[in-house]
Each structure stands twice: as C-alpha cells, then as structure tokens.
C-alpha cells in the first residue's frame, strides 16, 4: 500500500548540530503529521500540516509541506540531547477509508 | 501522560496462544486504533473503530480481530500466535477521523 517514504533512516549529530529529516510521497497527500517516539516511549504527536507551502514552527522545529504536497520536512536547529527520539512522519490517506499511515520514521542520536 | 490506557504492559506467552489486549481511549475520544511496532517494519496500522464500528482496516492477519465496546474500549484478540508476532502493540485514540492521534504506552508481546 501507499507509504511516505522518510530519509534518513538513522542520523547522529553533535549537540548543537542542525538536523533534518525528509518525508517523500509519489501521490498528493491531503495532510501530513509528524510524531516523536523518545527510546522506551510511545509516538507523541507534534504537529499538523495541510495547506501547499505551509511553514509551521515550534520553537527549534520547523515543519514545511511542499507546495505540490508531496514531501514535507522537519528542521531542528541546535540540537540538544532531549531531541533524540524517532521522528516519524504520518500521511491521512483519505476516501472511504481513513487510516494513518506511518514512515518508517529517522532515529536521531545526539552526541553531548 | 496521553490519557490513553493499555493493558497488560507486557505479556508473555507460547506459540499457539491466544491472547487479548485492552485499550481505553481518552475521554471523550470516539476513534480507536491499533498498532503494531516491531524494529523491520516500523508503525504498522491494524485497524480503527469509530463509535463502536470498524472504519478501517490496514496489514491485520486473519488471526487477529478487534472491537470496540459501547463504553468505547477496545480489545485486540491474537490468536494462533507465531513467533513472528513478537511486538509492541500500541492502541491509539482521537476525537475523529483527520485528528491527531493520542497514543497508549503500548503492550509488549513476547511469543517463545
């Protein structure tokens, strides 16, 4: 079935380092979520996007939906250890049936 | 604390067993979903429920079934279980279809 596909699959920073992870669809997504799996935890929602082009912060992340709504991004600038977690991506595929379908999401480990 | 509920937190059992793992969603959540987590395939979606009926339906096997109760709790049955059902099982929870998601903190089966 349809999947986002997200890249990297594993990232290793140094405290303070920029990261970013890329979440890619071959179709045109209606929305798109982003979660956080700390090690040991369940996913926790951060964010939502919808509209083309839309640019969403919170704090040091930033989350961008394209503007053919096939890719979208999350930025964390500065890293800190409290960053490290899986960050996945979720796509809403719509229609008759509504399901949440996740990448396979990026693991992010910070080196203090 | 995401208000969503699971029990049991891990579960040991032998092949062939049968087992069955309950959920509570949030207060007021109507949607229900289930997860499965295992380190090759990421976030599998099982199935969701909306106010007691099936909405929709991912990679689930014939040997596992879902419902959820009018009191809006859900239970995951598995049953015939292989080795390869090894996983963390989460159950989630919104306030509709489109929503974001609430996750439990999961219950880990082990098959031996």
């Known amino acids: 079935g349809q999947q986002v596909m997200q890249i990297p699959q594993y990232q290793h920073v140094q405290e303070g380092e920029d990261f970013t992870t890329y979440c890619n669809s071959s179709t045109t997504l209606s929305n798109i979520q982003w979660y956080k799996q700390r090690p040991g935890g369940h996913p926790v929602f951060l964010i939502q996007l919808v509209k083309s082009g839309e640019v969403k912060k919170q704090k040091r992340l930033t989350f961008q939906f394209g503007e053919a709504k096939k890719n979208s991004s999350l930025h964390i600038t500065a890293t800190q250890t409290t960053d490290v977690g899986t960050y996945f991506c979720?796509?809403?595929?719509?229609?008759?049936?509504?399901?949440?379908?996740f990448g396979k999401g990026t693991l992010l480990t910070v080196n203090p | 604390d995401s208000g969503v509920t699971q029990t049991p937190k891990h579960l040991i059992t032998a092949t062939g067993q049968r087992v069955t793992l309950r959920c509570s969603p949030r207060s007021g959540d109507l949607s229900v979903y289930w997860y499965q987590q295992s380190l090759d395939q990421g976030l599998q979606f099982l199935i969701q429920?909306?106010?007691?009926?099936?909405?929709a339906k991912g990679n689930i096997l014939e040997r596992f079934s879902a419902q959820q109760f009018p009191d809006l709790h859900s239970e995951l049955n598995l049953s015939s279980l292989e080795l390869g059902d090894s996983a963390l099982y989460f159950c989630?929870?919104?306030?509709?279809?489109?929503?974001?998601?609430?996750f439990g903190p999961g219950t880990r089966l082990t098959v031996t």
């Open positions: 979720a796509e809403l595929s719509g229609g008759s049936n509504y399901k949440l379908t």
């Open positions: 989630a929870s919104s306030a509709g279809t489109g929503s974001s998601l609430y």
């Open positions: 429920y909306y106010n007691g009926e099936e909405r």
